[in-house]
């Protein structure tokens, strides 16, 4: 038995880690693509303007929601005591999420000619792949939630699943809106837009996710520990609950690693041209 745990416990920690690292991996090409696309070009001066009012206002809404963190955890210690040293670091990283997505979702169309409003595909700027992970983690929320039912501590459970279902929601809202947005007219102005819809758009999907993983990795843990302190039930079901909680962390941990990276505002590498030929 103990050997089965060991190897049960391996493999969910590895697939997610190899899984997730694989696809945003791939992720990290496609803006190294797009980036290298925006360096051959001289933007114009609405684009310029467009990557400069873009990073403010995504800075001041994470800057904002590292604020709403803290607030919330000095009212934690204040309202909890000793029991906010559980609560303050959920509090941080859903005040940062919080944060991120709002800058996502409410980013201002940049303000260039356009060309007649029609859908693009999302595919065209994020891979299928990647908001997929965030969509399993919300559908494993629900479950989670649906099985602690007859539970006295539903309540708590459907909470947690709600903010996580909730800022998907938000994701797909920002994946939405970017596709409907509208495409600039002038050729020159392309890739400073392609650039910004793929960064707005693994963005949002990244800490949506990572929020999502961390809150199903907390809910399987505790859901793990309990079936385990029960008499009744197998004893095969408090193993495979930790080892998915577990497995969601690193899943969770390895989209953060690429998602600081993403975080980077998206900005033309003048030395490609250098300043002679700006007009």
Do not use: C
């Not at 929320?141 to 039912?149: H, S």
């Not at 990244?206 to 520990?225: E, M, P, R, T, Y």
């Amino acid at each position: 038995m103990g050997r089965f745990i060991a190897v049960l416990l391996f493999v969910a920690l590895l697939f997610p880690a190899v899984f997730v690292g694989r696809v945003w991996s791939h992720a990290g090409v496609r803006r190294q693509v797009s980036n290298g696309a925006l360096s051959l070009t001289v933007p114009t001066i609405e684009a310029e303007r467009a990557m400069k009012v873009q990073a403010q206002r995504a800075r001041l809404w994470r800057l904002a929601g590292l604020a709403l963190a803290v607030i919330l955890s000095v009212a934690a210690l204040v309202m909890f005591a000793e029991s906010a040293v559980f609560l303050w670091p959920g509090l941080l990283v859903g005040g940062l999420v919080a944060g991120v997505l709002f800058g996502e979702l409410t980013r201002v169309g940049p303000p260039w000619e356009t060309r007649a409003p029609a859908r693009r595909p999302q595919s065209e700027f994020v891979d299928r792949a990647l908001p997929t992970i965030g969509r399993l983690a919300a559908l494993g929320l629900l479950a989670v939630g649906g099985l602690a039912m007859d539970r006295t501590w539903a309540h708590e459970y459907w909470i947690a699943a709600g903010i996580g279902v909730v800022s998907w929601l938000i994701v797909e809202a920002t994946l939405e809106r970017l596709a409907r947005r509208v495409t600039p007219s002038g050729a020159e102005d392309i890739p400073v837009d392609d650039a910004l819809r793929i960064n707005s758009a693994h963005v949002a999907v990244g800490a949506g996710s990572v929020l999502n993983l961390l809150i199903l990795a907390g809910l399987l843990l505790v859901s793990g520990v309990r079936a385990g302190d029960s008499a009744s039930g197998s004893e095969l079901a408090p193993v495979a609950l930790i080892a998915g909680a577990f497995g969601a962390l690193v899943a969770a941990l390895v989209i953060s690693g690429f998602l600081i990276r993403w975080l980077a505002p998206v900005r033309w590498a003048e030395a490609a041209w250098g300043t002679a030929k700006r007009g």
